[in-house]
């Protein structure tokens, strides 16, 4: 891609932020795969697990011996909320039936087969982003 083109990739970049009713393109997420959830202050303390809401959807983020990650909030056996429930060992476990969870890999304990998205996490100027 020549600079020119770019630089107008750029503009209509520019362009879509402005206008959320444009759908951005491939090159577009590809430059903005980040997008703010919340700030390292509102984040859970070790050994704690917390929800987040985005784009209408709510994010477990848990923090297991230091280590944050963020993960979907729905547990694969009835549902329930992750980010509700404990952590225990390196393990989240969902607070309605137990269900364990790894925060690296959402690899459900009892099937690694079975696992929830998780998503990556970076922290930056203190607002926490997490990959679209």
Known sequence: MAWSEFNDHLLQLTLVSANPRLK????EMAIMPYIKLTTQSELPAEGEAKE???AGKTICVANVNGVISAMDNVCLHMGGPIGQGYIEG?????PWHGWEY???TGEVEHDPKSKLAVYPIKIENGDVLVEA
């Open 102 to 104: 790894d925060p690296k």
């Open 90 to 94: 390196n393990k989240i476990v969902c």
């Open 24 to 27: 951005p393109s491939k090159l």
């Open 52 to 54: 987040f809401e985005l």
